[in-house]
């Protein structure tokens, strides 16, 4: 990488910067914006770190907006023009009791104290605009050739802090990186660390780590770990589905289908789960192996695991509908995908779709392509739907139950039920959604229902 690379940071950042240069501080932009411009993409957010001590902080930023994030472990954070930049005193961790925070820290002179602390080289580089890069552990070099290596020895920093075996396998996935091998043994043989992470922390990891680019070589290489934070997984393991239909076993078809998703969060928590289930309902007969049901068992076991992982309500409850639907049978008619759209709505059919076809594609050779094929003449019909904004749901009927009232039509349940009739109608072709012409046939439906 090269060393003379110049960094330009937001104004505000440059001006936080100079507020603590001008007072005599030295002051530097560190850790993951570093990493993310010298990258090439956008950092999502400017830390700084700096010689002074908190309450110095908050004098070279008087007249700013200036919260207090974190005193006792050097933390400030001062909005400049609206953007919040949080700025730490350089420091030393103290002793981990708890493998997760240090018990105590120490406020440093040296800068290079402060990037022992963290956890991997291409997050330990501080940079300042007039100074240039500050790399003592390497990360320039590691960030060119897409290494992840922990600062110092690997056990160690495991030891104190559980999270980083996740954080390591998380970059890797994002940053499409491998992991550096005696960072990786490290991983493997401490990985029982991660029973003294709360499972909040566990969860926003492996989401992130889930939407990665490199997440199946990841989960790969990383199944014990994976399998430390959701033992419920672990049976799927080499788990030989018997049957002509698959060329995987259990797990490393799983591991194909959250590649073969978009990296939105609930697909890609779906594909984790969706065959869960599998090893729990395996049944044999002449024609091979069966898994009758196990779509039910997943979406017990996915209900289990996103729970313990305290999961938000709102993707649970919806990884649970995509687990519980992904064997629906897609047929290749126009009829049939509005009739998904229709059951569900819009959005829950396209996953599932997508879903389907991450499926169908990581399933064996000899079926895969046909089965694509026609996955992707599905996925055009019901683009065409989407496209044509047609009416697939009540909301859009032409008729209201307002229409039908203010027409004579006895209020009750009779009503819903004719609009639901001349929906599935006009979805199936036979009538418009044109409003006189709904209106006569609810008409002509209350006549035959009154004369039988
Ligand atoms: P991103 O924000 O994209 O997830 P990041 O590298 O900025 O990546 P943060 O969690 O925001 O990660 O942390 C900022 C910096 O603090 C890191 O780059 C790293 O230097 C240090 N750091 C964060 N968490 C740890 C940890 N658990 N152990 C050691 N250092 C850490
Ligand atoms: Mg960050």
Redesign the pocket.
């Known amino acids: 990488m090269d060393k003379q690379m110049h960094i330009t940071p937001p104004a505000p950042v440059q001006r936080a910067l100079d507020a603590l240069t001008d007072a005599d501080y030295a002051a530097y932009i560190?850790?993951?914006?570093v990493?993310?411009a010298m990258r090439g993409t956008q950092?999502?957010?400017w830390?700084c770190t700096t010689s002074a001590r908190p309450e110095q902080i908050e004098q070279c930023f008087r007249g700013f907006h200036v919260i207090e994030t974190g005193m006792q472990h050097g933390t400030v954070t001062a909005v400049i023009d609206k953007m919040p930049i949080e700025i730490t005193t350089y420091r030393i961790?103290g002793a981990y009791a708890d493998h997760r925070r240090p018990d105590s820290v120490t406020f440093t002179d040296r800068l290079t104290d402060d990037?022992a602390?963290?956890?991997?080289t291409v997050?330990?580089m501080a940079y300042h605009p007039a100074q240039g890069l500050i790399d003592p552990y390497h990360g320039a070099d590691d960030l060119a050739a897409g290494i992840i290596r922990c600062v110092g020895d690997p056990a160690a920093?495991f030891e104190?802090?559980g999270?980083?075996i996740l954080?390591a396998m998380?970059?890797a996935s994002?940053l499409d990186f491998d992991i550096a091998p005696e960072t990786a043994a490290a991983i493997h043989e401490k990985r029982g660390l991660l029973t003294c992470i709360s499972a909040e922390r566990i969860y926003a990891e492996l989401t992130?780590l889930l939407c990665g680019k490199r997440v199946l070589p990841v989960l790969e290489e990383f199944a014990d770990v994976l399998f430390t934070v959701l033992p419920e997984l672990a049976p799927m393991f080499k788990f030989d589905q018997q049957t002509h239909w698959h060329c995987y076993d259990v797990y490393m078809h799983t591991l194909y289908v959250i590649e073969g998703v978009p990296p939105v969060p609930v697909l890609r928590w779906a594909a984790l789960l969706h065959d869960a289930g599998k090893p729990h309902t395996f049944t044999k007969d002449e024609r091979g192996g069966h898994f009758y049901g196990h779509a039910k068992v997943s979406v017990e076991i996915a209900e289990r695991a996103l729970r313990a992982l305290k999961s938000d309500r709102k993707t649970l409850e919806r990884v649970m509908l995509l687990v519980e639907h992904h064997d629906l049978v897609w047929e290749n008619s126009e009829k049939q995908v509005a009739r998904i759209v229709r059951r569900f709505d819009m959005e829950t059919a396209e996953q599932l779709l997508a879903l389907h076809r991450a499926d169908v594609g990581a399933q064996a050779y000899e079926i895969r392509e046909a089965q694509q094929a026609e996955a992707d003449q599905i996925a055009e019909k019901l683009a065409a739907l989407k496209a044509a904004d047609a009416c697939m749901s009540l909301k859009k009927l032409a008729l209201t139950g307002s229409d039908l009232l203010r027409a004579g039509f006895p209020q009750g349940k009779a009503i819903g039920e004719t609009l639901n009739a001349l929906l599935d109608q006009v979805i199936d072709g036979t009538l418009p959604n044109e409003h006189d012409a709904l209106m006569k046939a609810a008409q002509s439906m209350l006549q035959t229902s009154g004369t039988e």
């Open positions: 560190v850790g993951g914006c990493r993310d950092p999502h957010d830390d961790d990037l602390r963290r956890d991997f997050n330990a920093r104190e802090d999270l980083r954080r998380r970059f994002v992130k």
